[in-house]
Nanobody, 115 residues
Framework: QVQLVESGGGSVQPGGSLRLSCTASENVFKTFAMAWYRQRPENERELVAT???????FYRSAVKGRFTISVDATEATMFLQMDNLKREDTAVYYCNNAAHPFFPWGQGTQVTVSS
């Protein structure tokens, strides 16, 4: 089974930046459209951003213009650059398949935005 590992979370003040990374035990980034999801406190998991095999990005409206999804040139790591973070971005962030998150969920990485 594919194992996904998210990293790069932390605590920042509003307006700050973080860059999340996602690695996988198999070469999923060459084969599947992938995505970042998040689960905010007392909310269901939601889609944040997706990137196709052709590297076309999509963002939910709440993060558009602030977050950037990308895959590195080796296609081994997916990133989520998060700028101008807001308190409502506080969540555990996960990566998974974009069309349907059928890979086992990783542990996620906690992002906390507070002053």
């Amino acid at each position: 089974q594919v194992q996904l590992v998210e990293s790069g979370g932390g605590s920042v003040q509003p307006g700050g930046s973080l860059r999340l990374s996602c690695t996988a035990s198999e070469n999923v980034f060459k084969t599947f459209a992938m995505a970042w999801y998040r689960q905010r406190p007392e909310n269901e998991r939601e889609l944040v951003a997706t990137i196709t095999i052709g590297r076309t990005p999509f963002y939910r409206s709440a993060v558009k213009g602030r977050f950037t999804i990308s895959v590195d040139a080796t296609e081994a790591t997916m990133f989520l650059q998060m700028d101008n973070l807001k308190r409502e971005d506080t969540a555990v962030y996960y990566c998974n398949n974009a069309a349907h998150p059928f890979f086992p969920w990783g542990q996620g990485t906690q992002v906390t935005v507070s002053s």
